[in-house]
C-alpha cells in the first residue's frame, strides 16, 4: 500500500508535466500556424487618409526693370490705312511693333495693352519673355467702324503701356498716328496689293441695286440670269454674259457719265496710294476715274452672280467679265469711252490697252479669287441712303415707261 501510492505520486507529477509542454508546445504551434496563414492571405491595413495639402505660392521675384529695354517702332510711319488694316495684305505693316529685351537671368511677365482713343478697340496681350531674350510684338488694334468712313486724313494718338505681373507700369509711350481716308488704297511696291481693290467692288449696296434695276430695262423680259445656262452651250452662254454686261453698259451711259480725277491722297506714301471711289459715291455723283467706273461696273457683274475682273496697268484701269463660270475667256471692257463711246468701242480699247502694254506689266484682280482669300466688301457707311424711287443712279428724275407717257 505505502510503495504503490509514492509510485502513482511520481507517475502523476510526470504526467502533469508532460501534460503542460504538450499543450505549451501546441499552443506554440497553433500561433505560429496563424501568423502563417495569416501571412499568406495578405490581410492589408487600410490606408490613411492623407491630409489635404496647402500650397503656398512662390514669392514673386520682379525683375529689376533696369533689365529691360523697350523700343516702340511704327514702321508705316504711323500712317493707317482703314481698307488694308483687314486685309491680310502682302506689302502693308501693322500700326506699330513693341520691342522687349530681357537681360535678367529669369523669365518676365509682361503685359501690353495698346489703343488709338476714339478710334480703336483696346488691345491687350500678355506675352513672357525668356533669361537673356528679345521679343518682337505687332500691335493693332482692330479700328472701329467709323473709320472706315473718314473722308480725309484724320490725326489720332496711339498709347501705350506696359505691365508686370503685379500691375505696375513698366513702360508708356503715346506716338501720333494718321488716320487715311476709308477710301485710300495703299498699292504698295509694284502693285503687290492689286487683290485688295475687290474690298471696293460691293454688289450689296443701294446705288448698285438701282444700277442694276435700270440694267433690266435693256436685256428682253428684263432678264439677268447671270450664267444660268439651261442646258445652253458655252458659245450661248458667253452671249448671254455679253447682253447682260451690254444692259449694265447702257444703265452707266445712261447716267451721263464725265471723268475726273480723283486719285490723290495725302499724307508720306502718295507715290503708291490712290483715292477710289466706293461705288455707292460714283454712281451718285456721275463722276468717275477709270478705277472708279470698274468697281462700279465690277459691283454689278458680281450682283448679278457673275465673275468680274479688274486689269491694272500702269497709268490706267478697266473692267471685263468671265464669260461663264468656268471659263478662262475674259469680255474687256474700258468704261473711259463714256458717255459717249459704244460697247464694241469700250471692247476694243480695252483691247488695245492689253496690245501695247507688256504682259508683265498686266495685273489682273480677279474678285471671284479674291473673295476666297477673305477680301471681302467695304462696310457700307451708315449715312448711305438708297436712291429714292422715280430717280436715276445719278440722283436725277427717271424718265417715265412708255406705258406712263401714254396716260
Known sequence: ????????????????????????????????????????????????VPKPVVYQPAPIEK????????????????????AMQAAAASD????????????????????????????????????????????????????????????????????????????????AQQRPVLIHSGSDLYWGKQFANAQVVARWVTPHDSAVLQLVADARRFVPKGRLPGYNANGQSESSVAKQVTRQADAIFKALQRSGFSYVSSIYTFGGFTDVAQRIRLPRETLTLSTANCMDVSVAFASAIENVGMKPVIVILPGHAFTGVRLGADSSAILYLDLT?????????????AQEWL????????????????RRMGLYPLASSPSNESVPAGRDVAG????????????
Open 1 to 48: 500500500m505505502f510503495p504503490f501510492t509514492r509510485t502513482s505520486e511520481k507517475t502523476a507529477q510526470r504526467l502533469a508535466f508532460i501534460f503542460f509542454f504538450t499543450t505549451l508546445g501546441l499552443g506554440l504551434w497553433l500561433a505560429a500556424t496563424w501568423l502563417y496563414i495569416r501571412h499568406l492571405t495578405l490581410v492589408l491595413p487600410m490606408p490613411e
Open 63 to 82: 525683375v529689376s526693370p533696369l533689365l529691360l529695354q523697350y523700343r516702340l517702332d511704327l514702321p508705316g510711319r504711323g500712317e493707317v490705312f482703314p
Open 92 to 171: 502693308y505693316w501693322p500700326i506699330s511693333i513693341l520691342t522687349i529685351s530681357n537681360a535678367a537671368e529669369r523669365p518676365v511677365l509682361q503685359v501690353v495693352s495698346a489703343e488709338i482713343p476714339g478710334w480703336s478697340r483696346p488691345f491687350q496681350q500678355s506675352i513672357v519673355i525668356g533669361p537673356q531674350q528679345t521679343l518682337g510684338l505687332k500691335i493693332s488694334p482692330e479700328l472701329l467702324p467709323k473709320a472706315n468712313n473718314v473722308a480725309e486724313i484724320e490725326h489720332a494718338t496711339l498709347k501705350l503701356q506696359v505691365t508686370d505681373e503685379s500691375g505696375a507700369t513698366m513702360f
Open 337 to 349: 469711252v463714256l458717255p459717249g463711246g459704244s460697247f464694241r468701242q469700250a471692247q476694243a480699247r
Open 355 to 370: 496690245k501695247k502694254t507688256p504682259p508683265e506689266q498686266v495685273l489682273t484682280a480677279d474678285i471671284a479669287s479674291a
Open 396 to 407: 436725277r428724275d427717271a424718265p417715265k415707261s412708255s406705258e406712263a407717257r401714254s396716260r
